[in-house]
């Protein structure tokens, strides 16, 4: 086993799986060392379920939006993406629902009949502003990032610069308020799948408006905006880049956690690795989370204050479910390819904004929500090549908020309840979904922090209200030392521009 290498990368997750490919291309010797016995970080494709031993699912991450096309191109790796049509699931309790896909004469009918011609004005003008903002801003999630201003000054249109800014600074109610939408439950809709996800942060919380915007930067070929399922799970994303890795010449070790980064002379100059032993390198690259890195490393106190400032309780569970069937939805009864889509749980109507703000109190408070926010999905609908043979379905609620410490309890001590709870609030939507589930697997915010080896278990690693120059920057004070985390530009998901962009400053400080 050799001891020295060009650039160590620590950890592979997909930005840092990303890196490893690109630099290994540049002929550097890379190694990848990566503390569990799997790659993928949080991308990762696997069979949790006790009670459904053969059935995979996505434990994780569990969609693919945001990877650059161009990014996918110069990895060149092919992505098997399916195309999830239709794409979001809005139902009630009564027979009202809204099921958005490529079909739009059959959803402005939907809109017209069961909400208002205002809401669809309103969201057809979303749409055209946020796709024109999408247009001008692509370009820069593969370049080092300017400050949110500057951005907006280099590469919006001037009609969209100011709308720019202030999506990015301010609160994401602020932004939906002004298309004039009729109906609450659809500004609930966008606010919780594109706001609030993986964020600490509610309606009025300036820079959900920032998170908002990131959630719609899918260019995906073939999706018209809409995130995508990944054929075999995100396992399989990770699994194409790290075979692409190696493919180039870069070592990927599992199994091997680094405990520091070592220095001379002030400089990087390899790491130390919790068996006591040490790899020699020119740079390393760090793909665990900021908070991570600084118990790697002696930063300066700034930057230390810096990473502080990001600090964040995660806020997300991941409920994993084994079916055994399809649910029955009381307004829509009949499969009309709703389970693949996004579908979103949320109070009436009449108490829905009202009913979020309390949510996000509670869990301010560290109580569990009566009804916090929740996106349901089926992908074995879309993709059957995950199911078991025993015909099992894998599902998954995906919640927010959650506090991630109790007040006067435990997670331990409330994990089952609230489980039974979350299943319950299923059932009000599709009756008998609780009897249909075989096996659960919870992620709580604790879980998620130990499952995949992030901080606060905060799956964004870095509140995405923090956007652009204001995110970690991809070189650190110490020379030879680089983030790809998901802290950095552009922002949390499984996105891979950071570690292309942590990788083209790495070689441009190498030359």
């Given at each position: 086993?050799?001891?020295?290498?060009?650039?160590?990368?620590?950890?592979?997750?997909?930005?840092?799986?990303?890196?490893?490919?690109?630099?290994?291309?540049?002929?550097?010797?890379?190694?990848?060392?990566?503390?569990?016995?799997?790659?993928?970080?949080?991308?990762?494709?696997?069979?949790?379920?006790?009670?459904?031993?053969?059935?995979?699912?996505?434990?994780?991450?569990?969609?693919?939006?945001?990877?650059?096309?161009?990014?996918?191109?110069?990895?060149?790796?092919?992505?098997?993406?399916?195309?999830?049509?239709?794409?979001?699931?809005?139902?009630?309790?009564?027979?009202?629902?809204?099921?958005?896909?490529?079909?739009?004469?059959?959803?402005?009918?939907?809109?017209?009949?069961?909400?208002?011609?205002?809401?669809?004005?309103?969201?057809?003008?979303?749409?055209?502003?946020?796709?024109?903002?999408?247009?001008?801003?692509?370009?820069?999630?593969?370049?080092?990032?300017?400050?949110?201003?500057?951005?907006?000054?280099?590469?919006?249109?001037?009609?969209?610069?100011?709308?720019?800014?202030?999506?990015?600074?301010?609160?994401?109610?602020?932004?939906?308020?002004?298309?004039?939408?009729k109906s609450d439950l659809l500004k609930a809709m966008y606010a919780v799948t594109d706001g609030f996800s993986g964020l600490n942060g509610d309606w009025d919380t300036p820079g959900t408006g920032m998170n908002f915007l990131v959630h719609?930067?899918?260019?995906?070929?073939?999706?018209d905006g809409t995130w995508m399922i990944v054929k075999g799970g995100m396992g399989t994303v990770t699994r194409l880049l790290a075979e692409g890795a190696q493919q180039a010449g870069a070592r990927v070790e599992t199994g091997r956690a680094?405990?520091?980064?070592?220095?001379?002379?002030?400089?990087?100059?390899?790491?130390?690795?919790?068996?006591?032993?040490?790899?020699?390198?020119?740079?390393?690259?760090?793909?665990?989370?900021?908070?991570?890195?600084?118990?790697?490393?002696?930063?300066?106190?700034?930057?230390?204050?810096?990473?502080?400032?990001?600090?964040?309780?995660?806020?997300?569970?991941?409920?994993?479910?084994?079916?055994?069937?399809?649910?029955?939805?009381?307004?829509?009864?009949?499969?009309?390819?709703?389970?693949?889509?996004?579908?979103?749980?949320?109070?009436?109507?009449?108490?829905?904004?009202?009913?979020?703000?309390?949510?996000?109190?509670?869990?301010?408070?560290?109580?569990?929500?009566?009804?916090?926010?929740?996106?349901?999905?089926?992908?074995?609908?879309?993709?059957?090549?995950?199911?078991?043979?025993?015909?099992?379905?894998?599902?998954?609620?995906?919640?927010?908020?959650?506090?991630?410490?109790?007040?006067?309890?435990?997670?331990?001590?409330?994990?089952?309840?609230?489980?039974?709870?979350?299943?319950?609030?299923?059932?009000?939507?599709?009756?008998?979904?609780?009897?249909?589930?075989?096996?659960?697997?919870?992620?709580?915010?604790?879980?998620?922090?130990?499952?995949?080896?992030?901080?606060?278990?905060?799956?964004?690693?870095?509140?995405?209200?923090?956007?652009?120059?204001?995110?970690?920057?991809?070189?650190?004070?110490?020379?030879?030392?680089?983030?790809?985390?998901?802290?950095?530009?552009p922002a949390g998901s499984v996105i891979g521009a950071a570690g292309h962009n942590a990788a083209a400053r790495l070689l441009r400080d190498l030359r």
């Amino acid at each position: 086993m050799r001891n020295q290498a060009d650039v160590v990368v620590v950890g592979a997750g997909h930005n840092g799986l990303v890196a490893a490919l690109l630099l290994a291309r540049k002929k550097l010797d890379v190694l990848v060392l990566e503390a569990n016995e799997v790659v993928g970080g949080a991308a990762r494709t696997e069979r949790p379920f006790r009670r459904a031993p053969g059935l995979a699912t996505s434990t994780g991450a569990y969609l693919l939006g945001l990877m650059p096309p161009e990014l996918i191109a110069e990895l060149g790796i092919e992505i098997p993406l399916l195309r999830r049509d239709p794409h979001y699931f809005l139902p009630t309790t009564g027979k009202r629902y809204l099921l958005f896909g490529s079909d739009e004469a059959a959803m402005k009918e939907q809109f017209l009949a069961f909400f208002s011609a205002q809401d669809w004005r309103a969201n057809q003008a979303l749409q055209a502003e946020i796709s024109a903002i999408r247009e001008d801003v692509h370009r820069t999630w593969l370049e080092e990032p300017l400050s949110i201003e500057e951005t907006a000054a280099k590469y919006l249109r001037p009609s969209l610069q100011k709308v720019f800014v202030d999506l990015c600074r301010k609160p994401v109610g602020d932004y939906l308020e002004k298309f004039e939408f009729k109906s609450d439950l659809l500004k609930a809709m966008y606010a919780v799948t594109d706001g609030f996800s993986g964020l600490n942060g509610d309606w009025d919380t300036p820079g959900t408006g920032m998170n908002f915007l990131v959630h719609n930067m899918c260019r995906l070929p073939g999706s018209d905006g809409t995130w995508m399922i990944v054929k075999g799970g995100m396992g399989t994303v990770t699994r194409l880049l790290a075979e692409g890795a190696q493919q180039a010449g870069a070592r990927v070790e599992t199994g091997r956690a680094v405990q520091r980064v070592l220095t001379d002379g002030g400089s990087a100059s390899g790491v130390l690795l919790d068996d006591g032993s040490e790899i020699r390198a020119r740079a390393v690259v760090v793909n665990a989370d900021p908070f991570r890195m600084c118990q790697m490393a002696e930063f300066p106190a700034g930057y230390r204050e810096r990473i502080d400032r990001y600090r964040r309780d995660g806020t997300s569970l991941k409920l994993n479910l084994a079916l055994k069937d399809l649910p029955r939805f009381t307004c829509l009864p009949e499969d009309r390819g709703q389970f693949g889509a996004t579908m979103h749980l949320l109070p009436d109507e009449a108490d829905v904004l009202p009913a979020m703000g309390r949510a996000f109190a509670e869990v301010k408070a560290g109580l569990l929500p009566e009804f916090p926010t929740i996106e349901w999905y089926v992908h074995t609908t879309v993709d059957p090549s995950l199911r078991d043979r025993e015909g099992h379905h894998n599902s998954a609620l995906f919640v927010q908020w959650v506090p991630y410490q109790l007040k006067s309890s435990s997670w331990e001590a409330e994990e089952e309840r609230y489980v039974r709870h979350l299943l319950s609030i299923c059932d009000r939507f599709a009756p008998g979904t609780s009897a249909l589930v075989a096996d659960t697997f919870a992620l709580t915010p604790p879980k998620i922090e130990k499952h995949f080896g992030i901080s606060r278990g905060h799956i964004h690693h870095v509140d995405n209200s923090f956007g652009f120059a204001d995110r970690l920057p991809y070189a650190t004070p110490i020379p030879g030392l680089y983030s790809c985390s998901a802290g950095c530009h552009p922002a949390g998901s499984v996105i891979g521009a950071a570690g292309h962009n942590a990788a083209a400053r790495l070689l441009r400080d190498l030359r």
